[in-house]
């Protein structure tokens, strides 16, 4: 996610000269490296310049103090205009009432992925909201739409109301209303069909939609590929639904960024979420510090902090650490801790999170599933060994397990020595600090062998 432009600001930072004062000499090549990385994302010409202008004139005739270097001030400065381009810091939620059934329209153009997000944040609300959501099928014209949300959906058992053979979309959110009052869901979210702006008779048709439900929110998704584009779509249609706020989904595709990070300022209505991947845990809130955070390279430590709380309980890390303080720690364990991790995300996308470190990998040539060696080593033990790791003392079975995994011995021994020693360690720890301890550890054995 904004890969490019984080490079791009990177060389542009590193460019400056001079110290003590900024002047309009010692910033000029700065200044014009970040209109032109802005450019080169797909942020419209004339909000870049804009932006350079706002940075430029804040920046002149600033003394630099003592503890810091025109790069420190000049990054502050660049960090406050795009949390200001990209929304401010205050964050609008949804909105879902407390005590009556709130309802969600989702609409946007064909293929942005309005399904998939549907599914995605039914999945949020309940968990993090505490919510009883019903998703609604009112897409009647792909054939595969209503198939789609029941096939995302029956993942985590989320509810879905369809009418198969009915084409009339008033009637079938008519009957979903009254669906979900008699069976106490709180919030339903409405996957309405993609439409094109040009087509007057389907524009027509969402807006018939969004009179009759009367949303509480109404969330304009937006494909991130389709760059400035998708600002002018957002702008038609305004013209014939006041949505609530917007969401960016593929931003984990081949998107240069600039729709995301113009989109608010140029719309006046904030982005709400981010929905990247197919997996349906794969969404974010949408927060411009933390995504300017991400930008200028320094990390999103909140973000990461919070994707490893809601994927590790504490309960489960107790129970791990006393199997491992009585030597029971075994493979089956090792396993259900990699598919919490896979959970939080890829190792670029957690990366990306973590200041400084996209100086010491080339994304480009990351794996593309980078837990693949431990579990194929893992896969390939038998159920004995798995549950038995002192049995692969054994150099036959060390062979055998590599030859299935295709995995060379040496890293199998390497991978053997972490768990060891991870095991060694915890016994040596009392409880509170062992199950305090045991993620940090569990996640840096697994992260070593995932990119040797």
Do not use: W
């Not at 609008?92 to 997000?117: A, Y």
């Not at 984990?252 to 991947?277: C, E, H, L, Q």
């Not at 991790?341 to 670029?348: A, N, Q, T, W």
């Amino acid at each position: 996610m904004f890969e490019n432009l984080r490079k791009k600001f990177s060389k542009a930072f590193h460019i400056l000269k001079g110290d003590g004062e900024i002047t309009d000499v010692n910033i000029a090549e700065t200044m014009k490296e970040i209109r032109r990385s802005l450019i080169e994302a797909d942020v419209n010409y004339k909000i870049a310049k804009n932006f350079v202008q706002n940075v430029r004139r804040k920046s002149i005739g600033k003394k630099v103090p003592t503890s810091l270097n025109p790069k420190n001030l000049i990054v502050k400065l660049v960090y406050d205009e795009l949390v200001d381009i990209m929304g401010g810091e205050n964050i609008e939620k949804i909105k879902i009432s407390s005590d009556r059934l709130s309802v969600i329209l989702v609409c946007g153009l064909q293929g942005s992925g309005k399904t998939t997000f549907s599914s995605k944040l039914a999945f949020f609300l309940r968990k993090k909201e505490n919510k009883n959501p019903l998703l609604v099928a009112a897409d009647v014209y792909r054939p595969a739409a209503i198939d789609q949300l029941n096939i995302l959906s029956s993942k985590v058992n989320l509810p879905v109301f369809f009418l198969k053979e009915n084409k009339n979309v008033i009637e079938i959110i008519e009957k979903s209303i009254l669906y979900a009052e008699k069976n106490k869901h709180n919030v339903i979210i409405i996957d309405t069909a993609g439409r094109l702006s040009i087509d007057q008779m389907m524009m027509n048709e969402i807006q018939k939609i969004y009179h009759f439900s009367k949303p509480d929110e109404t969330l304009f998704i937006v494909d991130s590929m389709t760059g400035q584009d998708a600002i002018n779509t957002a702008k038609n249609f305004l013209k014939f639904i006041e949505f609530d706020g917007i969401v960016m989904t593929k931003l984990d595709g081949d998107s240069r960024g600039g729709a995301a990070i113009t989109m608010s300022s140029v719309i006046g209505k904030p982005i709400k979420f981010i929905s990247n991947g197919e997996k349906i845990e794969n969404i974010e809130i949408f927060y411009p510090e933390r995504i300017a955070n991400r930008i200028l390279g320094m990390g999103d430590i909140v973000s990461l902090v919070e994707k490893v709380q809601e994927q590790f309980d504490e309960e489960r890390t107790k129970k791990i650490y006393k199997k491992i303080s009585k030597n029971r720690f075994n493979f089956e364990d090792l396993l259900e801790q990699i598919k919490r991790i896979k959970k939080i995300g890829s190792i670029k996308n957690i990366f990306s999170m973590i200041p400084g470190m996209e100086n010491f990998l080339d994304f480009h040539n990351e794996k593309k599933d980078s837990f693949k060696n431990v579990e194929s080593i893992i896969f390939s033990m038998t159920p004995y060994e798995r549950n038995n790791p002192k049995s692969l003392n054994n150099i036959k079975r060390r062979k055998r397990i590599s030859k299935g995994s295709g995995v060379s011995l040496r890293e199998i021994d390497l991978f053997l020595k972490q768990f060891d020693k991870i095991s060694k360690v915890m016994k040596s720890l009392n409880d509170k600090s062992g199950s305090r301890l045991i993620k940090d550890f569990l996640s840096k054995m697994i992260t070593k062998q995932s990119l040797s």
